[in-house]
């Protein structure tokens, strides 16, 4: 049993550093969003531009924390402004319920996606690879509200859900999604409506005062800012269940995808996550100087690893030949020692909800001659990663080997060996996969016609809902280059040419 | 309700054309050995000798088939001897319990062993890629006969196992293995105790009169010729339970695996299927003449695709060029239209425990330039194949791409496109995979010493106890050549000459 009031006292399960990483204030960055209340890291890594806030934090430093993720750091990915609710005044009350408090690592579906868009521009923005965290989720359990208001989980002649709605208002409506019925009723999947993060209570930016937690499925089906929750024989009616969260062939574009209806193909939808791993150590632009090789010396090449479904991680291999080889890491599971899982005992069959880390000691001579340092994971369905990605229009679920370069660079007389990762999150330069379709640059082919120079102190005077549509109010009137370059595809960027007007005299350097 | 002589006749579900697909008698092979009674299908591909029977059908005799598998072409796995029950006085009895009957995919963990073998001999018999069948299999609900015996699931501090074993004798004690309680007591996971096959009672190879389905885990887990079930906080204790039906890294050999009892970590047991696919049409040697190429026509080429655990296969893609680009292949699962699987309604959340099959019309020039077709499948969770193998020491769960080459050929003057597939099963020849490491020839290399020549009929006269192992008393006296190569490494190939006496002077050509 449990109340709220519990929730902000700290207890055992919870380590004492976690939540301490840095002061977290206003960001600057939020000043002129609605979300100018939230607290932020000033580290994360931001996807978005300044608003709506999708960041991760840098892999490394995510790395750093260990095996659970304060807060501050922990990814997230917001469709539009944070609702500025109460604790005090909103209604659901969850006092005297029971409750669980266990550690689960949550994945944006979109995590890596940015590998995707240097192929092709998808419809989603530029993830990297830290849209991955993990935290002591509490809540009560859904089959217990569920059971409480009557539903029953008894064999029906049609499949059954349970329908999430937040109360975000975005520009397609309300943000929500629905799951199995079956699913959400079985105790053992562990489902729960979580109001306590980390030992504290939810913040803002991570769906408070209450939100859903379902283990070993993709972040987008946890709903933020929770408001409803309904039982019924159809699916979600939320434009954001059937247009988010799919992958389609990759054959599909937009407009075939529109065209034939692909959205709502039932084949296509992404819950469970798929088997993923990707390298943190060493880490992008890292660096070995070559007069530090000695024969005896080792490199502890070190990552993450997760898959869906309750599924175990059960090997993680290394090669460094391409493929053609691979070296079986050392692997560790922190779940399996993590007081807050000793402490609630072992399932019948136990799930595993959370990332393993892996790590690989290898004579650091190994690199002289190597080209690429590679992962795969496996998981106890004995499946595995692929090698290449596969496009996909909304860019999800991307789980490809993931391939850290190692180059020969100097600095004046020193040598070194440099490592690359495939991708540097959101816009931030770096890695070795390079775009196949270079954007398109903002600004009109030909300044001809009536074209005008503006200065910014003229666009500053545009900034009302006379001027623009309600989505994009809060970046009128200034130089929005970036927020532009973060979420348009080529396709809506060689549109532009048709609104040109002009050019910014003292326009801003983008801030890359 | 059921009772077992109601098993026997045919009713509305079981298409009235399976069972019938040809004479099934004694096949002359199995005359001298235990299984002398066992009606089999003369075209069955045998892949470890005549004894004991491992067979699949050939692939295209599979396809032609359709949906569900006759009894007859069934693929079979048997480790010993068919035990010689009766139906009459075997104990179990199953009047009046309740039943479940539909359509179950099975597949060996082996299936596609062959393509390891070509890279390196495995411990395990030449599967080529139709070591899977889909019966309806009819049979007690396992969750309502451990109800009976008062097992209760409810949560323990330790995970509990059903364990199953079988009244076979083997070398090593009897077969069994075990499932995790919490899978066996799930009524949505469909575990049956099965005494019907296709409408018939269940044949001596399948298991009779009482086996294990499993539905959406590997077939090595469905103990056939039950004789008892016992729930412990243990898993089972037969030999077969821990050095069979595992995946292990693929640095391990044989002798590293025994050093570190890798056979008994848990991360390396195989239960759910993971993603499989594989091309039918065209099938292997499958030629298309030149001459009738024209712009106007097509070619369909098809295959099968199966996944685990329940999960459905949503995608199949076919890949003309290497791997480059994929097609999306037209998919279907008849299981859904299934009248089994009508009649018994659709689950909450429907679980897929059946085969798909697809197919793809592409215009007869795409083959003209194209070396190789290769496909693979996606499911649920999102998982696809591997493009490449992953060898493992008991050559298991074998799902890279299935890849079939294009070649021309010609016959006289006429040109064709000429298919290979990449094995044959058991020690048929054919296919573009080429053992890397070619086995030594059954004869010692140097016939020095006291090397001799000995006549068949000399040999005969040592066909007794006397004379060998019981384990391969039913071959004494004979020429076991392909007995001893479709089972032997390399390494017990290399050892051979330490026990060379002579070479047979009237030796039979090898049945290739």
Known sequence: ?????????????????????????????????????????????????????????????????????????????????????????????????????????????????????????TKGFNWGAAATSCAIWKGVPLSHILKLAGVVDHKTDKPRYVCFAGCDKLPNGYYGTSLPLEWAMNDANDVILAYGMNGERLPPDHGYPLRVIIPGCIGGRMVKWLESISVSDKESDSYY????????????????????????????IINKLNINSAITSPAHNERIPLSSFVSTKEYTIKGYAYT?????????????????????????????????V???????????????????????????????????????THNTQPRS???????????????????????????????????????????????????KAVKAPEPSISARTFTLKQVEKHNTEKDCLEAILINAGKDVTEEFNAIHSSKARSRLSNFYIGDLSDKSQPKL
Chains 1, 2 share one sequence.
């Open 1 to 121: 049993m449990d109340t709220l009031e519990q929730t902000v006292t700290n207890n055992s399960i919870i380590p004492n550093n976690v939540n301490q990483v840095n002061n977290v204030g206003i960001d600057p960055r939020d000043i002129g969003t609605p979300d100018n209340w939230v607290p932020r890291h000033p580290e994360l890594v931001r996807l978005t531009g300044k608003h709506p806030f999708n960041a991760e934090a840098p892999l490394s430093l995510l790395m750093d924390q260990g095996f659970i993720t304060p807060n501050s750091l922990h990814y997230v990915r917001n469709h539009g402004p944070v609702p500025k609710l109460q604790w005090e005044t909103h209604r659901l009350t969850v006092n005297g319920l029971p409750y669980k408090e266990f550690p689960v690592t949550l994945c944006c579906a979109g995590n890596r996606r940015k590998e995707q868009n240097m192929i092709k521009q």
């Open 241 to 268: 269940h059937y247009f988010d969260n799919r992958v389609l062939p990759p054959e599909y574009d937009a407009e075939r995808a529109n065209k034939e209806k692909a959205w709502y193909n039932p084949d296509y």
């Open 308 to 340: 869906g479904g309750g599924q175990k991680v059960t090997r993680v291999e290394v090669s460094l030949d391409g493929g053609n080889t691979w070296l079986l890491a050392k692997l560790t599971q922190p779940e399996l020692e993590h007081p807050a």
């Open 342 to 380: 000793l402490k609630r005992g072992i399932n019948p069959i136990p799930r595993f909800w959370c990332w393993s880390f892996w790590s690989l000691s290898v004579p650091l001579y190994s690199f002289i001659r190597c080209e690429e340092i590679s992962v795969r994971a496996w998981d106890s």
């Open 389 to 439: 990605p596969t496009w996909n229009i909304m860019g999800m679920m991307n789980n490809c080997h993931f391939r850290v370069k190692v180059n020969t660079a100097n600095q004046g007389k020193e040598f070194f060996l440099e490592f690359t990762h495939p991708t540097q999150p959101g816009n931030n330069p770096g890695g070795w996969m390079v775009k196949s379709e270079p954007p």
